[in-house]
């Protein structure tokens, strides 16, 4: 099964920050089934003997115990990244594991119980910081990072989704999304925030597998939009 470092060399392969290209987490090469749905069958009246006309219900009562995906999410808790002076929420039950980001190390933020950026997980993301390419390339960042971005998404092929910009405070964001293939399939979610003031750009790869997208998409969706980075970093 491919992982994520795999990932950003063979169809990332932009960010002229060393850093970012080698220190990439694993993914993890496990049989990960679909979370199953039992079906509910209405329940059918029992014919009667009584030949006069009966009246049979037809809308049987269906039971409610199924809910939106949203509402199955576990609770997040907030966590300090202090040395970028940055927070995220995350399940209290997930793997924080913090590289030195200042130095080209990376962040994780795993479901799976993982002691260090060598082991193997599925699900989660990982966030490094490219503090040097827009500079060494002489210009501001997020014309870097959207250079990169294009390019990143030319090279993930037709299943990529178009790129999705915002502006965020400080922040230039920039996501796209696009399948991988592997012994386990995929769903990888690239986002950069790129600061024109610090020259800095964090470069987020957020993983699940392709059969768990329905249910994981909120929550994917809830740590992203909680990862909230210092502007002056």
Not at 210 to 216: A, I, P, Q, V, Y
Request: charged share 20%; proline share 7%; hydrophobic share 40%.
């Amino acid at each position: 099964m491919r992982n994520p470092a795999t990932i950003t060399l063979s169809l990332l392969l932009v960010v002229s920050c060393a850093a970012l290209s080698t220190f990439l987490p694993r993914v993890v090469a496990e049989n990960s089934s679909p979370t199953s749905t039992s079906s509910l069958t209405p329940l059918i009246s029992q014919a009667t003997p009584i030949p006069t006309p009966t009246t049979t219900p037809t809308n049987a009562p269906v039971s409610s115990s199924k809910t939106e995906p949203a509402k199955q999410l576990t609770k997040l808790v907030p966590r300090a990244i202090p040395e970028i002076h940055a927070t995220i929420c995350i399940p209290e039950d997930w793997t924080l594991v913090q590289g030195s980001l200042l130095d080209g190390g990376v962040l994780l933020a795993t479901k799976e119980k993982i002691a260090s950026e060598a082991d193997t997980w599925s699900t989660g993301l990982s966030m490094s910081i490219d503090r040097n390419g827009a500079k060494d390339s002489d210009q501001k960042a997020s014309v870097y990072a959207l250079a990169m971005a294009r390019e990143a998404l030319e090279k993930a092929g037709e299943e990529a989704s178009p790129l999705r910009e915002s502006q965020e405070g400080a922040f230039h964001n920039i996501r796209f999304d696009f399948p991988v293939q592997g012994d386990q399939s995929l769903m990888v979610t690239e986002e950069m925030r790129a600061n024109d003031s610090t020259g800095t750009v964090a470069v987020i790869l957020w993983q699940m597998p392709k059969d768990e997208t329905g249910s994981l998409e909120a929550l994917k969706d809830s740590i992203l939009t909680s990862l909230k980075l210092d502007p002056a970093q």
